[in-house]
């Protein structure tokens, strides 16, 4: 008698237990260190017989299997099957031959400047978790693009293929003419979605009738926490598609402090039409991220194949990202900015990612297995990541899992 997984179903393995995606309902079912080494020898065709034995087990193999086919996750055969798993990709990509370079998110910077002072902004120590959606200034950044380069970068990346362009700033709000020639350029350019970062201390009334001209711009409102009564107003304002993106400084909080505290929060706009994303800010994760949930097991929630085959090629975050700061320097990350790839002013999009092709590759194909030590865990598939709040690029410290012991924090 054999045992296999159905097509849909995905097994795999970490260093002490395991996983199973089910990409038909985009579960994951966590599995015991003994089910995951009975499941990996029943995938290799070892007869069920021989699996408890081999395994030295008390109970037997059979009973384990039968979990999984009472959950329709697989099937006892009395010939060796063959079972192919479901794919979107060939099993040969990113192996054998490469994909095409594909830019897919768009990051632009409208400018550099800001009046306000927040702790959490680019410019000063302390880091925020999507940085890549906030608004942040940099110390000696110019703003040295006139509008007509932005029209230019457009046309570029929408040659490219680019799919998702965010606008941000600094204020970004600051020269809206500018703002407004790219906006409709982005509309012209029928770019299947397009951003705009926002801080809640950067809009005024006039403001809010600008915005309510682009009805599909998706704003996320950066605003401090808790949440002012000035930023509801502004949010009940708006008739985009709105996310509220309120930053909570961890710094001196509990994990319950900031988890009622959100929730508490929450009450105020669950029941207005606007999507909510919680950033958080620390001067120092490393002491603070066992208190976020965005750490824990939250991070492994994304189980579709599309986004399992993705994160299998490319880094979840990094993967098919440029960003094109104020002064017009390239860059792969909005907050990663070690080396620029080359400036708009002087060459265009193509040419730098023909030209700087294994640098771009260096970030965009850093999928887990090249992470330590996410290459031992059964969530390198399905888990999202910021590599730009990580002390080093190829090395993860802020996790509440630990794949060796198979437990979270
Ligand atoms: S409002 Fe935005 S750009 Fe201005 S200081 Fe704060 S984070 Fe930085
Ligand atoms: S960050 Fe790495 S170790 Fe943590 S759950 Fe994700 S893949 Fe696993």
């Not at 809009?203 to 009738?209: D, E, L, Q, R």
Request: aromatic share 12%; hydrophobic share 30%; charged share 25%.
């Amino acid at each position: 008698m054999f045992f296999r997984l159905n097509p849909e179903i995905r097994l795999i393995l970490g260093a002490k237990n395991g996983v199973i995606y089910d990409f038909l309902d985009n579960k994951v079912y966590e599995l015991s260190s003994e089910e995951k080494s009975v499941l990996e020898l029943a995938e290799k065709s070892k007869e069920v017989e021989e699996i408890s034995r081999y395994l030295g087990m008390e109970g037997s193999a059979t009973e384990v299997l039968e979990k999984y086919k009472e959950k329709n996750l697989g099937e006892f055969y009395e010939q060796k099957p063959y079972i192919e798993p479901l794919r979107l990709k060939s099993p040969l990509s990113g192996t054998f031959y490469e994909s095409p370079p594909h830019l897919t998110n768009f990051f632009v910077e409208l400018n550099n400047n800001c009046q306000h002072d927040c702790p959490y902004c680019g410019r000063n120590t302390m880091k925020r978790v999507f940085g890549c959606i906030g608004c942040n200034v940099r110390d000696g950044q110019k703003n040295a693009l006139e509008g007509g380069y932005y029209t230019s970068v457009l046309d570029q990346a929408y040659k490219l293929g680019a799919g998702q362009i965010f606008l941000s700033g600094g204020n970004v709000l600051e020269d809206l003419d500018m703002l407004s020639a790219v906006l409709d350029h982005c509309e012209e350019l029928h770019f299947p979605a397009v951003f705009l970062t926002c801080h809640e201390n950067h809009v005024n009334p006039y403001a809010v009738n600008f915005l309510n001209r682009y009805t599909g711009l998706n704003v996320f409102l950066n605003c401090s926490f808790p949440v002012s009564s000035r930023t509801l107003e502004i949010a009940g304002n708006l008739q985009c598609n709105l996310t509220l993106v309120p930053v909570v400084d961890v710094t001196d909080m509990s994990e319950e402090d900031v988890t009622e505290k959100i929730q508490h929060e929450y009450e105020k706009v669950q029941n207005r039409r606007v999507s909510w994303q919680i950033d958080y800010c620390s001067s120092d994760f490393t002491k603070d991220y066992s208190k976020i949930s965005l750490f824990g097991k939250e991070r492994t929630k994304n189980a579709t194949l599309q986004f399992f085959e993705r994160c299998q090629e490319y880094h979840p975050c990094l993967g098919g990202i440029l960003t094109i700061s104020s002064d017009g320097n390239v860059y792969v990350c909005r907050v990663i900015r070690e080396k620029s790839l080359g400036n708009v002013v002087d060459t265009n999009l193509s040419e730098i990612m023909r030209n700087r092709k294994e640098e771009i590759k260096k970030f965009w194909n850093l999928n887990r297995d090249k992470i330590t030590p996410c290459r031992n865990c059964e969530y390198r598939y399905s888990c999202m990541d910021c590599r730009a709040i990580e002390a080093d690029m190829y090395y993860t410290n802020l996790c509440r899992y630990d794949p060796h012991t198979g437990k979270w924090t």
